[in-house]
Structures are given as structure tokens and as C-alpha cells.
């Protein structure tokens, strides 16, 4: 290539730049704003919209070894013009007092193993020091005061707060602590909605780093109060690797799209399983499901999470399974997902 060089073959070479986290590059996202090409040197413009300090110095700093690698480029300066992105949220959803991030786990159908990941997740969060709270917004089939190993009960405060039940080093909230043992919650949308409201307004979280809310499957009443009440900084999807989650996953994805939440990656579950014996892969329900479904949202795929007894052990025993067996593949899968969040969100312990 001679030292002249195109804005066509400038873009070209800035395709290679990935934003961080993702597998689109800069072009596709729409972030180069202006090329300028006198003689052999090169300028680049570029808009961001992040809270993240991290991402605009990679970005930089990718885009000058891509561009530097052009035969015969001289200097190349990268401007970036940094924007304060909008709140994800609808019109009327607010923060929670206290609390400074707030992370949907949702998927689109149920038996993914999605309470199992929210739970496991929240652990890790707190095992790398961050203040968490996990939220059972499920309020239909309340799973987290069985993985947790309490049914205590919650108290309230003189002014009718309500305080969280907390396990493992974490603040928890769920109908289960609410309903004696097998009883249903027979619940009609009004009251599902004034329920929900209340675990999410009237629980006095306090501080916390990362509040984690357990989805209910689908897209139904619970969903839509969520995103109505509370600001999220983004959403989680859980499936399992063959078409059939996936589909439903889709659908969980445009949800939040629809209503601004971003999504900030998907985890396949039941990924597959290693047999003990010999240490063999079985791909149960099929391979590739979630990174396919990955790259068609344009998210990363932040974990592959195995079918492993001993998690499904942990979570019917009481203690999640990144608390009961820190040291194990498993937990440090769900450590490395709850770093990859934390450093999105500038959170360090």
C-alpha cells in the first residue's frame, strides 16, 4: 500500500478494532466520526458513550496499532470525543438509594438454570469484596431462600421498611422467605405488581455495589414493573445451547432492547458435561448454541457453564456452589463472569 492512503482503506483497517467486550468492531457501531489523511500522517475521530475509563485507552490504543501497521502510515492521532451515555431506563424509572448498580438475570424460558446462575453470580460478586444484594423476583417459584439455606423471616422497620434477610454475606430478598413451607403464591397482576414494587422500594438495601434481581422466565408482568420502577444498568440472558432455549432467549433480548436496557452478555448453562469417569464431553443439548447466539446479538458470550452435580448439591444443600467450593472450575467460571461485570462498571474491591 503507498503512503496516500483512502478513507475507504483507513475504515477498512478500523474494522479490526473490536470495542472492548464485544465481537463488532468500531465501523459497525457507528463510533468513527471523521478521518483526515495529510500526506503520511492519519487522524481519527472518534465518539464514545461510557462510564467505563478503560474502554476509551483500549480503543485508543488499538486503533493506533492498527492504523501504525498500515504500510508506510506516519503519525496517527486518535481524538476521542467521550459522552456521558443515557440512563437505561424507561421514562420513570429511577436508582435505588444506595445502591450503585442494579444487573437484570433474565431468560426467556424456565429450566434454564437461570436462579442457579443469579445466585452463583451474586456469590461472586461478593467473593471479590463487592457489596451484593440478590433480589427473587420470581415471585410465582421462589428458589433463592432454598439455595441460600434460610427460611427466616423478614422484619420490618418502625417505618415500614422492610430489612433483608442476609446469607453468605449477602442481602437477600424473596417470596420464599414470605410463604410457610409447599404454600403457593396465588397472586393476580395487581398484587403481583404491588409486590414487586416492594421488594424493589421498600427492602432497605443499603449500601451496595451490585444489586442482583432473579428474572422470572418470559416476558410478562414482572418484567415490564421491573423495568417501569427501577433504572438497570443492563441484563444478563441465560440459556441452554439448543434452539429451543435459544429462540426464547431472543425474545428476552429484544425486551430489553425495546425498553433501553442494555444487554450485556449471555451465559449458556448445562453447557455440557464432563463424565467423572473418564473425563469425556458430552454435548447434551448440542454445541455452539450460545456463542452463535452470542455473535447474532452482538454481546459477548461471558461463560460456558457445565451440567455439574455438584452445583446442582450445593444449591439443594444451601450454600451456592462459588461459596461452598471456591477453588473449583465451576465457581472460578462464575468468578471470572463476575470480574468481567465488575470491570465494566469501574467496580473494584
Not at 452463583?120 to 469484596?129: I, S
Not at 409447599?182 to 427492602?203: C, E, H, K, N, S
Not at 451490585?210 to 422470572?216: H, S
Amino acid at each position: 500500500m503507498s503512503a496516500s492512503f483512502t478513507e475507504g482503506q483507513i475504515r477498512d483497517a478500523l474494522r479490526s478494532v473490536k470495542y472492548p467486550g464485544f465481537n463488532r468492531d468500531i465501523i459497525s457501531f457507528g463510533l468513527v466520526r471523521g478521518v483526515e489523511v495529510t500526506g503520511r500522517d492519519i487522524l481519527v475521530e472518534l465518539a464514545l458513550a461510557t462510564r467505563d475509563p478503560q474502554v476509551p485507552d483500549r480503543i485508543r490504543a488499538d486503533t493506533e496499532a492498527a492504523l501504525g501497521a498500515l504500510p508506510g502510515a506516519g503519525s496517527v492521532t486518535v481524538r476521542i470525543d467521550l459522552q456521558k451515555p443515557p440512563e437505561a431506563a424507561q421514562p420513570g424509572a429511577t436508582r435505588i438509594a444506595g445502591v450503585a448498580h442494579i444487573l437484570a438475570v433474565a431468560s426467556g424460558k424456565g429450566g434454564v438454570g437461570k436462579s442457579t446462575v443469579a445466585a452463583n453470580l451474586a456469590a461472586a460478586l461478593t467473593a471479590k469484596g463487592l457489596r451484593t444484594g440478590l433480589c427473587d423476583c420470581d415471585l410465582y417459584g421462589p428458589s433463592i431462600a432454598l439455595m441460600f439455606g434460610t427460611v427466616e423471616r423478614p422484619l420490618a422497620t418502625e417505618d415500614n421498611r422492610i430489612l433483608p434477610i442476609e446469607q453468605h454475606g449477602l442481602k437477600l430478598m424473596s417470596m420464599g422467605f414470605l410463604l410457610d413451607d409447599d404454600a403457593p403464591a396465588i397472586l393476580r397482576g395487581p398484587m403481583v405488581t404491588r409486590y414487586t414494587q416492594q421488594f424493589l422500594r421498600q427492602v432497605e438495601w443499603g449500601e451496595l455495589d451490585c444489586l442482583v434481581l432473579d428474572l422470572p422466565p418470559g416476558t410478562g408482568d414482572i418484567q415490564l414493573t421491573i423495568v417501569q420502577t427501577v433504572a438497570l444498568d443492563g441484563a444478563l440472558i441465560v440459556s441452554t445451547p439448543q434452539e429451543v432455549a435459544l429462540i426464547d432467549a431472543r425474545k428476552a433480548a429484544a425486551m430489553f432492547a425495546k425498553v433501553n436496557v442494555p444487554v450485556l452478555g449471555l451465559v449458556e448453562n448445562m453447557s455440557y458435561f464432563l463424565c467423572p469417569s473418564d473425563g469425556r464431553r458430552y454435548d447434551i443439548f448440542g454445541s455452539g448454541g450460545g456463542a452463535r447466539e452470542a455473535r447474532r446479538l452482538g454481546v459477548p458470550l461471558l461463560g460456558e457453564i457445565p451440567i455439574d452435580m455438584a452445583t446442582r448439591e450445593s444449591g439443594d444443600k444451601g450454600c451456592p456452589i462459588v461459596t461452598a467450593h471456591p477453588k473449583s472450575p465451576i465457581s472460578q467460571a462464575f468468578l471470572s463472569i463476575a470480574t468481567r461485570l465488575a470491570d465494566s462498571w469501574g467496580l473494584r474491591a
